[in-house]
């Protein structure tokens, strides 16, 4: 209990909540998120419908129009889409969907970058030529392009019913292999200046085995970047997410994500069902800028260069 308490002083301490609290748009970002997070991992109570039970569709109630407008029924407060299911419901399941891939992806990608960009970085010679230049290459093409052609290869492999069964599993490696290198060069990057310091000639001189003085030694001191790239990167990853599935290659339509509800709307947009495509829109959007409102106070904050500390 001591030491709980030792750390949650610290804590209301410290100079990141002081400098948080100081700043409204981190703080309304910060509560939007979380609400968005807790109501779309709660989805199972806070959905009005099961969309995933088939036995609760109505396919008579299609393209039903919120409750707000003629025609509108008060038990769909959004409306419906093309298969009958409560669009509130769906949204709420589907933005799980997105985070789940947003961040299962971000995990993936930071943990190949952080040990690509260790071993190249403080290893040097060859193998950080070729793992660099591996880099730059994928670098050179956009990331969606890289994770259109990783969905497709995976489609023509595993077969489109195997793919679809595991969509999520699927969306989170193939963005997460599209998407490393932003950390590989970043964690490079901050190892060669790290190499060079006291502490890590102090480290060599005593005997530490290399490995050792990579993970316990340097990767503590090059994670202020990596904090930074993860957070934009979890909007990058989700917008991947939403742009593959409504080119196809992502989450199927039986299986809703705010991509592929997206996508399931785009056809029905101009014939008067807008509910299906502008709501989904709207979270996936709010969702994104959310995130990436955060991501800007944490890269301001850790840079003294852009934020001036109290």
Same mark, same amino acid.
């Given at each position: 209990?001591?030491?709980? &308490?030792?750390?949650?002083?610290r804590?209301?301490?410290?100079?990141?909540?002081y400098?948080?609290?100081r700043?409204?748009?981190a703080? =309304?970002s910060?509560t939007?998120l979380?609400?968005l997070?807790?109501?779309s991992f709660l989805?199972p109570?806070?959905a009005?419908h099961?969309?995933?039970?088939?036995?609760?569709?109505?396919?008579?109630d299609?393209?039903?129009?919120?409750?707000?407008l003629d025609?509108g029924l008060?038990r769909?407060?959004? =409306?419906t889409d093309d298969? $009958?299911?409560d669009?509130?419901?769906?949204?709420?399941? $589907?933005?799980?969907t997105?985070l789940? @891939?947003g961040l299962g992806?971000v995990?993936?990608?930071?943990f190949l970058?952080?040990? @690509? =960009?260790?071993?190249?970085g %403080? +290893?040097?010679?060859r193998?950080d030529?070729l793992l660099?230049r591996v880099?730059?290459?994928?670098?050179s093409f956009?990331? #969606?392009m890289?994770a259109i052609?990783i969905s497709?290869i995976f489609?023509?492999?595993l =077969?489109?019913g195997?793919f679809?069964?595991?969509?999520?599993?699927?969306l989170v490696?193939?963005i997460?292999?599209a998407?490393?290198?932003?950390?590989a060069?970043?964690v490079r990057?901050?190892?060669l200046a790290?190499?060079?310091k006291e %502490?890590?000639?102090? &480290?060599?001189v005593? *005997?530490?085995p290399?490995s050792? @003085?990579?993970?316990?030694?340097?990767?503590p !001191?090059?994670l202020?970047?990596?904090l930074?790239?993860s957070?934009?990167q979890v909007a !990058?990853a989700?917008?991947s997410?939403a742009?593959?599935s409504?080119l196809?290659l $992502?989450?199927?339509? +039986?299986q809703?994500?705010l $991509?592929?509800?997206i996508?399931? *709307?785009?056809? %029905?947009i101009f014939?008067?069902?807008w509910w299906? +495509?502008?709501f989904?829109g709207?979270?996936l959007?709010? #969702? @994104?800028?959310?995130?990436?409102?955060l991501?800007?106070?944490?890269r301001?904050?850790?840079?003294?260069?852009? %934020?001036?500390?109290?």
């Amino acid at each position: 209990m001591n030491i709980l &308490a030792m750390n949650w002083r610290r804590f209301r301490e410290s100079q990141a909540l002081y400098a948080f609290l100081r700043d409204p748009v981190a703080i =309304g970002s910060f509560t939007i998120l979380v609400v968005l997070t807790l109501v779309s991992f709660l989805a199972p109570w806070t959905a009005q419908h099961n969309v995933y039970d088939t036995a609760t569709l109505e396919l008579l109630d299609a393209h039903t129009p919120p409750a707000w407008l003629d025609q509108g029924l008060e038990r769909y407060p959004l =409306g419906t889409d093309d298969q $009958g299911r409560d669009l509130f419901s769906s949204i709420i399941f $589907g933005m799980r969907t997105s985070l789940l @891939i947003g961040l299962g992806a971000v995990a993936l990608q930071a943990f190949l970058g952080i040990c @690509i =960009g260790l071993i190249s970085g %403080y +290893t040097g010679g060859r193998l950080d030529t070729l793992l660099m230049r591996v880099a730059d290459v994928q670098l050179s093409f956009s990331t #969606l392009m890289v994770a259109i052609f990783i969905s497709a290869i995976f489609e023509a492999v595993l =077969g489109v019913g195997f793919f679809e069964r595991y969509a999520v599993l699927l969306l989170v490696v193939i963005i997460g292999l599209a998407e490393w290198p932003q950390y590989a060069r970043t964690v490079r990057a901050s190892v060669l200046a790290e190499k060079k310091k006291e %502490y890590v000639e102090a &480290a060599r001189v005593i *005997g530490l085995p290399a490995s050792r @003085i990579m993970w316990r030694q340097i990767l503590p !001191n090059a994670l202020s970047p990596v904090l930074v790239i993860s957070t934009v990167q979890v909007a !990058n990853a989700i917008m991947s997410e939403a742009a593959l599935s409504f080119l196809g290659l $992502g989450m199927p339509v +039986t299986q809703p994500s705010l $991509g592929s509800l997206i996508k399931s *709307g785009f056809t %029905y947009i101009f014939s008067g069902s807008w509910w299906i +495509t502008l709501f989904p829109g709207i979270t996936l959007v709010t #969702l @994104i800028l959310v995130i990436n409102l955060l991501g800007d106070w944490l890269r301001d904050y850790l840079n003294p260069k852009l %934020y001036k500390h109290m």
